[in-house]
């Protein structure tokens, strides 16, 4: 079982910055992948952005890259998500989520930007961006 609780969001204007924390434990966090989704109201969970077990391999959907920045402190058991310059369209409740195969240590596989193949969420963060 993995826990993972995410914190960070908030309400912010158009062009300003967030920073996503998630917190996991109850597995060793340095074996796994972790991912950012997010939800806007009545669309499906969209990706955003991946980070393999190691951090050395990140993943990002084409409208944050550039804006958003996905990194891990595996000391901390931690995943963060910078964002930056963001836009109204950037509305969403933001969850974590972690992969325990696929960009995982000993996969060859990058994490799926598919939600059904990750295998713990967090709760959520709700993001606003007014305009």
């Known amino acids: 079982q993995v826990q993972l609780v995410e914190s960070g969001g908030g309400l912010v204007q158009a062009g300003g910055s967030l920073r996503l924390s998630c917190a996991a434990s109850?597995?060793?966090?340095?074996?796994?992948?972790m991912g950012w989704f997010r939800q806007a109201p009545g669309k499906e969970r969209e990706f955003v952005a991946a980070?393999?077990?190691?951090?050395?391999?990140?993943y990002y959907i084409d409208s944050v890259k550039g804006r958003c920045t996905i990194s891990r402190d595996n000391a901390k058991n931690t995943v963060y998500l910078q964002m930056n310059s963001l836009k109204p369209e950037d509305t969403a409740v933001y969850y974590c989520?972690?992969?325990?195969?696929?960009?995982?240590?000993?996969?060859?596989?990058?994490?799926?930007?598919?939600?059904?193949?990750?295998?713990?969420w967090g709760r959520g963060t709700q993001v606003t961006v007014s305009s």
């Open positions: 109850g597995r060793t966090f340095s074996t796994y992948a």
């Open positions: 989520a972690a992969d325990l195969s696929r960009g995982s240590r000993g996969s060859t596989n990058p994490p799926s930007e598919y939600p059904n193949s990750w295998d713990y």
């Open positions: 980070i393999n077990w190691s951090g050395f391999s990140t």
